[in-house]
T-cell receptor, first 114, second 110 residues
Framework: GAGVSQSPSNKVTEKGKDVELRCDPI?????LYWYRQSLGQGLEFLIY????????KSGLPSDRFSAERTGGSVSTLTIQRTQQEDSAVYLC????????????FGPGTRLTVL | GQNIDQPTEMTATEGAIVQINCTYQ??????LFWYQQHAGEAPTFLSY????GLEEKGRFSSFLSRSKGYSYLLLKELQMKDSASYLC???????????FGRGTSLIVHP
């Protein structure tokens, strides 16, 4: 079956503009994560959705970042008033249930803020 | 909280064996993952250990010692395509949200 997909694959924007990044998880997976990876760095957790529960937003770096997950499936990560330090690869991962299940990652969106 | 430590970079020769270590400190242990990430690509699952000991899967094996807070990934018969970053990750005690190490960049040369 289809894996996790993300769009766009690349996004170049100007400082101060808003961007929306999309993630389509594997069908039926209840858990969805957003991570950020800067060049040469590890994965930085941003936000976690599990079923219908309230998302865990503890990793969001500022209030410029927000995410939603509609109908328990597709998720959108929004970054408002982008800054140059937001430049990174944004990875989405889905998971069948929770916890110790394997995460399946999408190909990522490379965001460049000029 | 959690603290994960991996070497930044390792080099090895094609056909050789390499061991990538991961040491960790965690308040609640729920197993340990290893992921492989090729440059410019997403991480892909390699292994999951929750009990002490060695789990073998083809050329790749993963070892865990919970009492020592230590794991390693063993890659045998190295191939050029094994050049990648190897990430150690632990689901945190309460929420199970994985914390990733910075990754070990493995360079395999002829």
């Amino acid at each position: 079956g289809a894996g996790v997909s993300q769009s766009p694959s690349n996004k170049v924007t100007e400082k101060g503009k808003d961007v929306e990044l999309r993630c389509d998880p594997i069908s039926g997976h209840t858990a969805l994560y957003w991570y950020r990876q800067s060049l040469g760095q590890g994965l930085e957790f941003l936000i976690y959705f599990q079923g219908n529960s309230a998302p865990d937003k503890s990793g969001l770096p500022s209030d410029r970042f927000s995410a939603e997950r509609t109908g328990g499936s597709v998720s959108t990560l929004t970054i408002q008033r982008t800054q140059q330090e937001d430049s990174a690869v944004y990875l989405c991962a889905s998971q069948d249930r929770v916890g110790t299940d394997t995460q399946y990652f999408g190909p990522g969106t490379r965001l460049t803020v000029l | 909280g959690q603290n994960i430590d991996q070497p930044t970079e390792m080099t090895a020769t094609e056909g050789a064996i390499v061991q990538i270590n991961c040491t960790y400190q965690t308040s609640g242990f729920n197993g340990l993952f290893w992921y492989q990430q090729h440059a410019g690509e997403a991480p892909t699952f390699l292994s999951y250990n929750v009990l002490d000991g060695l789990e073998e899967k083809g050329r790749f094996s993963s070892f865990l010692s919970r009492s020592k807070g230590y794991s390693y990934l063993l890659l045998k018969e190295l191939q050029m395509k094994d050049s990648a970053s190897y990430l150690c990750a632990l689901p945190s005690g309460g929420s199970y949200i994985p914390t990733f190490g910075r990754g070990t960049s493995l360079i395999v040369h002829p």
